[in-house]
């Protein structure tokens, strides 16, 4: 590749300015790893019109950003990132008639999403091009070739992790990456595995954030990681939890269990059992005593927990799939839920009728914080002592989560990041549901001060109270 204005080198990274000409005739190939492309027709035709006012205002170079390249042993460039950026900008040359020259062959994408996406935006550019500059075609084909350009950093086979250190701080122009997906490509890299598991993996981890219920799509993995699984995490250790971002990621970067590692001690022995079930249940053998968190799926992590310390690799995934697994079981009305047990039909029934379709003010900002921190609750109850723990504490958590309604007028999102760290404290600490009892007290506290205020004793009975409380919106 040729290089124009600077060069940085050093003994594994290179960083110069290339035109676009130069970064789509190389061998350019994307990893498995990578997230689909997601690009919208709003990032695409507004790159186009960045493109078409640069070219008109005649200007000499259009910086279009960034993008980090794997130089391969074989002279091939995986793309760590820029995938968004260059598949568009290979739509846009290809619909500007330059024929088969660019060496595309190995752009393969692996997700269906991609593929519809590509789709849609390759209908988006043919019309921005017949409304746009259907006469000046060549010209501007030329302006984008060889007057846009982009920052291309490489870095060397050997020296992966470097790359991924710069993906981890990159802010490209466009549809940024979500915190937990830098997750995504940290763990696949961690993992030793053969490439179809390491497919399975991302596959899973892509169908969560597009799961299709009740003529609903949802990003239950943005949900699961970024408002109960961090926030419980960070609420179990006695510290105010705030929303989950980029700069939160470590606390989902674990331990690489290998073969002499210096880092682990006796305290990280329970971990193996991890690897242990995986491998016992490879060889269909079983091993008698364990109580399954889920009905159904009593062959699947039991020994994950809120609170564990982090396995890199495929038991990072395993441990996201559990609570995207509970997560589905405890707050969506899914048919196949409904076939499971009578207790999870119990707590749904109780989730649904009391704290999601109560005919209260459940649509107001300050209630839907609270109703996620119930959620939290629940799935770190749920974790620990199974169905038969949830329903003996659901109203119990309501009651907890609801004291801070009543004790005030307005919820701020602030408020609850502070408040219910020592009932989480609690919940992650205990060894037995006796140690909950507090909790239990606790509860009845708060329904005292409602009876006082001649409030039925009861969850339900929390609404009454609203119309002492000034509406947020």
């Known amino acids: 590749m040729q290089n124009e204005h600077f060069e940085v080198s050093m003994k594994h990274i290179s960083a110069n300015i290339v035109n676009v000409q130069d970064i789509l005739f190389s061998k350019l190939s994307i990893p498995k790893y990578q997230r689909p492309y997601v690009w919208t027709t709003c990032n695409v035709e507004q790159l186009l019109e960045d493109i078409y006012n640069n070219w008109t205002n005649q200007r000499s170079k259009y910086r279009i950003g960034s993008i980090i390249l794997h130089e391969m042993s074989d002279g091939n460039f995986e793309i760590v990132d820029g995938q968004q950026r260059l598949t568009t900008l290979l739509l846009i040359i290809k619909n500007l008639n330059i024929g088969n020259s660019i060496n595309d062959n190995n752009l393969r994408f692996y997700h269906q999403s991609s593929v519809e996406n590509i789709n849609t935006n390759n209908k988006a550019i043919k019309k921005w091009i017949t409304n746009k500059i259907d006469g000046d075609r060549d010209v501007f084909l030329k302006y984008l070739i060889n007057c846009c350009e982009v920052v291309q950093i490489v870095v060397l086979d050997q020296y992966l992790s470097e790359a991924f250190q710069m993906f981890d701080s990159q802010n490209g122009k466009g549809k940024e990456l979500e915190a937990y997906n830098l997750l995504k490509a940290y763990h696949i890299r961690a993992m030793k595995d053969c490439e179809y598991v390491k497919v399975a993996c991302d596959q899973r981890w892509e169908s969560s954030t597009n799961f299709e219920s009740n003529d609903k799509v ?244 929390v609404s009454v109270v609203y119309n002492n409380i000034i509406a947020e919106e």
């Open 218 to 461: 949802r990003n239950l993995l943005r949900q699961v990681i970024n408002e109960h699984l961090y926030r419980s995490r960070i609420w179990s250790k006695g510290c105010d939890a705030w929303s989950f971002t980029k700069k939160h990621i470590n606390e989902f970067k674990g331990i690489n269990l290998e073969d002499r590692n210096p880092e682990l001690s006796p305290m990280h022995n329970t971990l193996w059992l991890q690897v242990f079930y995986e491998l016992f249940s490879e060889k269909g053998l079983q091993i008698k005593g364990l109580k399954s968190r889920l009905p159904g799926k009593e062959d699947k992590y039991p020994f994950c927990s809120v609170n564990q310390i982090i396995v890199n690799g495929k038991l990072f995934f395993d441990y996201i799939d559990n609570y995207i697994e509970i997560y589905k079981l405890l707050f969506l009305n899914l048919k196949t839920n409904n076939e499971q047990c009578l207790e999870l039909k119990e707590f749904r029934d109780y989730y649904y009728g009391t704290c999601k379709n109560d005919e209260t003010y459940w649509w107001r900002t300050g209630d839907t914080y609270l109703r996620e921190l119930y959620k939290s609750l629940a799935i770190l109850v749920f974790d620990m002592y199974g169905i038969n723990g949830l329903l003996k504490y659901k109203s119990i958590l309501y009651t907890l989560v609801y004291d801070v309604r009543l004790s005030f007028k307005i919820v701020k999102y602030s408020r609850v990041a502070q408040c219910p760290k020592d009932i989480f404290r609690i919940i992650a600490n205990s060894t037995s549901i006796s140690d909950l009892n507090y909790l239990r007290t606790k509860a009845m506290e708060v329904k005292n001060k409602l009876v006082s205020q001649g409030v039925p004793e009861s969850p339900k009975g």
